[in-house]
């Protein structure tokens, strides 16, 4: 049995197999997902798993160098936002890395999600509590 924290199997191989500047989308019950995109679907019940919940997760074991979210998130949803910016400012003193936070319209977000190795939908009914995370080198 895996020693770390992240035991779930996608979500395991999606990190291991994860290489410099790939993307990963962390998203709300409701963000479209396109078709092509792998799919790692969480969501059991409204709410579960919350999507901060899920950043932690991921994070326990993946190194990012960036992070893209909708302009929209901090207006609509402004507590999630900040606890997502908490972890990322945790995430790069820990690791002692710049984190790039970047903000594009919610739409083009929509868009650039075409582009991630993998969608990993939570159960979280917040609107847009949508990340995607850009993958760095541990070196």
């Known amino acids: 049995m895996?020693?770390?924290?992240?035991?779930n199997a996608d979500l395991s191989h999606l990190i291991a197999t994860l290489g410099h500047t790939d993307e990963v989308t962390i998203c709300d019950a409701g963000l479209p997902i396109p078709g092509d995109t792998q799919r790692i679907d969480l969501a059991l019940i409204p709410g579960v798993p919350s999507f901060m919940d899920t950043i932690r997760a991921v994070l326990s074991e993946m190194q990012i160098e960036g992070v893209v979210m909708a302009e929209e998130f901090a207006e609509v949803s402004p507590t999630h936002?900040?606890?997502?910016?908490?972890?990322?400012?945790e995430e790069a003193r820990k690791t002692d890395k710049n984190i790039a936070v970047t903000y594009i319209p919610h739409e083009a977000?929509?868009?650039?999600?075409?582009?991630?190795?993998?969608?990993?939908?939570?159960g979280e009914c917040t609107p847009y509590a949508n990340v995607i995370f850009q993958s760095g080198v541990v070196f």
């Open 2 to 7: 895996k020693k770390s924290a992240l035991i």
């Open 81 to 89: 936002h900040q606890a997502l910016l908490t972890l990322i400012d």
């Open 109 to 122: 977000f929509k868009a650039q999600t075409h582009r991630s190795k993998a969608v990993i939908r939570t």
